[in-house]
């Protein structure tokens, strides 16, 4: 049950990701198919339908539960229910885990978008406060002075990166023309080196780890 939750919330992204709307990724057509009256869709079935089996899993664990819930410390009859449920929920999430295979390495990533959608929502409006902690300012100032420059940025309709070096200390001192290396999104991602973090090293020692796991899962079978 704990997998499948975990794969359920994995197609629920696949399915965002997929829509026009974000347009992160294209699934394969081998894992989609076309809609019976729209003939431009493509439906992520494969990811809705893995999405929908964890309710079936579920329930053979609460099935389960049910039954084991009311009987005294001994075998009972009533265990001869316990076969049907785990071996439905162990057939069902391989099944589930084949397919979300297939389906993730055949879909088509597009970054582009990612970076798009990465510009919207003042994404560097932490940074530019932590810029201005590291300067010495206590971090609810902080917080406050960038929550104005967000307002003067939805006042004009643009984002922090379109704002002028004026804009920025005209709400501190503390600003200077190295403001605008807070608002680059490729330094926001790397800035975060801890462990499991967005930066590229810490990353790929992520990726290094989920290998190693991998191997050994595959040894031990």
Same mark, same amino acid.
């Given at each position: 049950s704990v997998s499948c939750m975990h794969l359920s919330r994995l197609c629920e992204e696949i399915v965002l990701w997929s829509t026009a709307e974000f347009d992160f990724i294209e699934l394969s057509d081998a894992f989609s198919t076309g809609s019976s009256i729209m003939p431009q869709k493509k439906?992520? *079935?494969f990811a809705e339908l893995i999405r929908g089996k964890t309710g079936r899993v579920v329930g053979d664990l609460v099935?389960?539960?049910v039954t084991m819930k009311a009987l005294p410390?001994?075998?009972?009859?009533d265990l001869q229910e316990d076969k049907e449920g785990a071996i439905d929920a162990?057939?069902?999430?391989? *099944?589930?885990?084949?397919c979300a295979a297939g389906m993730i390495e055949t879909m088509a990533v597009k970054p582009e978008s990612m970076r798009a959608q990465a510009k919207k929502g003042y994404l560097a409006a932490t940074d530019v406060a932590d810029y201005l902690a590291k300067k010495g300012m206590p971090f609810r100032r902080a917080h406050e002075v960038v929550g104005h420059l967000v307002l003067l940025c939805e006042q004009r309709g643009c984002d922090l990166d379109d704002l002028a070096l004026a804009d920025f200390q005209a709400e501190s001192s503390l600003f200077e023309a190295d403001i605008t290396s807070a608002l680059d999104l490729d330094a926001i991602v790397a800035a975060r080196t801890t462990e499991g973090g967005t930066g590229n090293a810490a990353v790929?020692?992520?990726l290094a780890l989920a290998k190693q796991v991998l191997a050994a899962d595959e040894a031990a079978v």
């Open positions: 439906n992520p *079935d099935a389960l539960l410390l001994a075998y009972n009859k162990a057939k069902t999430l391989e *099944d589930c885990l084949v790929a020692e992520q």
